[in-house]
């Protein structure tokens, strides 16, 4: 097979496929990868999946730390077609890679969920920053990481969550090195919506996070900072997942990183109140 | 005369008097001093006062430069009532203190612009900092030129106008030390109120903006900036000023520093478009 001829059942995907196209592919198993890039004008999301029995500890978590975990979508128990965020739209099986977790250990990596489904589970689908990142780009902000294709550098910062049942946990930043103009404008414009993340919860000084050598982040990939830059701070949706791997459920599910739900939500109608 | 007996005919100014009391105890020669603080729900005005024949450069320069030039009134050649700025308000007697200026150089301090006045004069009024200042106090967010009662610092940039006829030369800054999530939330706050100088223009290193030493300021006074602060700067009505002194105009009326135009707009009905 070369470029002129791509294969018949598997149109390539890209920026400008539908969020539909996206999930059908995760569906049927042509797409096991990442979603960055994809459909890039639809919200994605991150999957958090908890068995009934925590949901409501895991919904007061996000409801007492909306900048970490911003939701946009709650299921009830043991639904899985998620009307209000797509059309046609499986939470078993239109994410291209999931993560079990038992007793906070990773069990597996399955691209479908519908031989684990039960009747008692609870999806939280919480906003991710990929959305407010093409609101930068689009504002002609450059992104370091993005530029070399890497993933955002994040940290556990200093600044505790306010914990709920046993989820708890320091706040996960993600960091930005900006231009200080940059900086200003990216504060604007993120903090147009408070859905994913809202404006920045630091800049400048990494040490009055607790962050003790800005290059070597606890997640993701450093990146360089130049003279002229600030580091800039976000909360991060990966503060959910670690509270709830410090929580250690005996069961429950995540969208594998980078993995992401791709919603029918448009970017742009975010910060519409 | 004691506190018990107050002068009959001169009531005390404070932040809760009108407006227009400010105004005409300054018309009466009844205030000649400072408006910081009076008539605190009020937006107080930079005044420039120019012959017709550079008003068009003027005009212009305030359009193309807009963060340090905030317009909010412009007059006919020769009006001295500013209907729209305030009921009954006579621009010739009702700012404290005048300054006039013949190529540039001071000529005289005067309290009143009667005897002065002529059919060719066009009034400008701008915005002043006062007005995100109030907007930010009210917020929360501590300024410490203000806790310790002196001038804010300002800065001449290394950041060029925008010329238009004679007027020229670089943004005049003003700068506030504020920690890292004060500073976000303040730039959310003055982002809402373009016709106060808008969004800061710059914060972190005051290198990138050409300031040598931040502990010696162009105008106004130095604070100490803390370790956990970032200075934040604002572009500041004084460039304007800066601009006239540069032009050195035959005849030209500012007010005198701190001695601002009262008008009857509300500080809450900026940012409201």
């Not at 919200?43 to 730390?65: H, K, S, T």
């Not at 689908?125 to 955002?152: K, M, T």
């Not at 920045?200 to 360089?224: K, T």
Request: some cysteine; hydrophobic content about 40%.
């Amino acid at each position: 097979m070369t470029d002129a001829q791509p294969h018949a059942t598997t149109p390539a995907l890209s920026a400008h496929s539908s969020a539909q196209e996206v999930r059908h592919a995760a569906r049927s198993g042509a797409l096991s990868g990442h979603t960055s890039g994809l459909a890039a004008e639809h919200v994605q999301g991150n999957l958090a999946i908890l068995p009934a029995e925590l949901a409501g500890d895991f919904l007061r978590f996000c409801q007492r730390n909306p900048k970490p975990c911003p939701l946009i979508g709650v299921s009830e128990p043991g639904q899985y077609m998620l009307d209000d965020l797509g059309l046609d739209l499986d939470i078993r099986s239109d994410v291209p890679r999931y993560r079990v977790w038992e007793h906070g250990e990773l069990v597996s990596e399955p691209t479908d969920l519908r031989a684990l489904w039960r009747d008692d589970l609870v999806t939280f689908v919480l906003g991710c920053s990929f959305s407010f990142e093409h609101a930068l780009l689009a504002a002609g902000i450059p992104l370091r990481h993005v530029e070399q294709g890497c993933n955002v550098a994040m940290y556990r910062s200093n600044i505790p969550t306010r914990a709920a049942g046993p989820f708890h946990g320091p706040m996960v930043v993600s960091m930005r090195p900006l231009k200080a103009a940059d900086a200003i404008r990216a504060i604007q414009i993120t903090a147009r919506t408070p859905e994913i993340h809202g404006a920045p919860v630091h800049l400048g000084d990494p040490a009055l996070l607790g962050i003790a050598d800005i290059q070597r982040p606890d997640y993701g990939d450093a990146v360089p900072i130049m003279a002229d830059e600030l580091p800039v701070f976000w909360a991060c949706g990966v503060t959910p997942q670690a509270a709830i791997a410090s929580a250690r459920p005996a069961f429950c599910i995540t969208h594998a990183p980078g993995h992401m739900l791709v919603t029918d939500l448009l970017n742009r109608q975010l910060g519409q109140g």
